[in-house]
């Protein structure tokens, strides 16, 4: 079974629309994550979830919203997908959100989403 | 606030060549210090780390020392395989308890 599991694996769609990503980690952690992976490769964090409760929120436009139904799941929807949101998102999860266990990531594989 | 700079990539190389790939910090305290590896078509995976001073992580033949006087946490490893193409992130886990990442150094290693 995979640890962290995120669909689709490739997400292409046109520009204005409306799209969602899931995640689901089968490792009994409290966090979640998502990183959003440019053309780079310069891996950035946008949220973070603890037991449900948003703890991270970094400098991300309102179009993007996640949603953690419970502790094993995190979504992200996006809405108006622009040109610039085309990268690989990345879900991940850790034991909890403390210093010592945190730095233990769990990384999904990557959602490859393109705009056009 | 607390970084990691590590050098530009794409490093092309040869099997069984010296690989090293510089990773320096800004920190205001005493961070720990890690270097992940992403695999083509994977997610990101701990390689390594340090929690202090001195201290050396290793994995996979990779090895990585805390260097707090240089503020450096360099990974190297001696006799690279084909298997070892990925890109690879130094981070570091700082006060705010964040993990913060480092732009990815691709490296490509040759047959």
């Known amino acids: 079974d995979t640890a962290v599991s995120q669909t689709p694996k490739y997400l292409v769609t046109q520009m204005g629309n409306d799209k969602s990503i899931k995640c689901e980690q089968n490792?009994?952690?409290?966090?979640m994550y998502w990183y959003k992976q440019d053309s780079k490769k310069f891996l950035k964090i946008m949220f973070s979830y603890n037991n449900k409760e948003l703890i991270i929120n970094e400098t991300v436009p309102n179009r993007f919203s996640p949603k953690s139904p419970d502790k094993a799941h995190l979504n992200l929807h996006i809405n108006s997908l622009e040109l610039g949101d085309s990268a690989v998102y990345f879900c991940?999860?850790?034991?909890?959100?403390?210093?010592?266990?945190?730095?233990?990531?769990?990384f999904g594989s990557g959602t490859q989403l393109s705009v056009l | 606030g607390d970084s990691v700079t590590q050098m530009e990539g794409p490093v092309t190389l040869s099997e069984e060549a010296f690989l090293t790939i510089n990773c320096t910090y800004t920190a205001t305290g005493y961070p720990s210090l890690f270097w992940y590896v992403q695999y083509p078509g994977e997610g990101l995976q701990l390689l390594l780390k340090?929690?202090?001073?001195?201290d050396k992580g290793s994995n996979k033949g990779f090895e990585a020392t805390y260097r707090k006087e240089t503020t450096s946490f360099h990974l190297e490893k001696g006799s690279v395989q084909v298997s070892d193409s990925a890109v690879y992130f130094c981070?570091?886990?700082?006060?705010?308890?964040?993990?913060?990442f480092g732009a990815g150094t691709t490296v490509t290693v040759r047959a």
């Open positions: 490792l009994g952690h409290d966090t």
């Open positions: 340090a929690t202090k001073a001195d």
């Open positions: 991940a999860s850790s034991q909890d959100a403390s210093a010592t266990t945190n730095e233990k990531l769990f």
């Open positions: 981070a570091l886990v700082p006060n705010d308890y964040k993990l913060s």
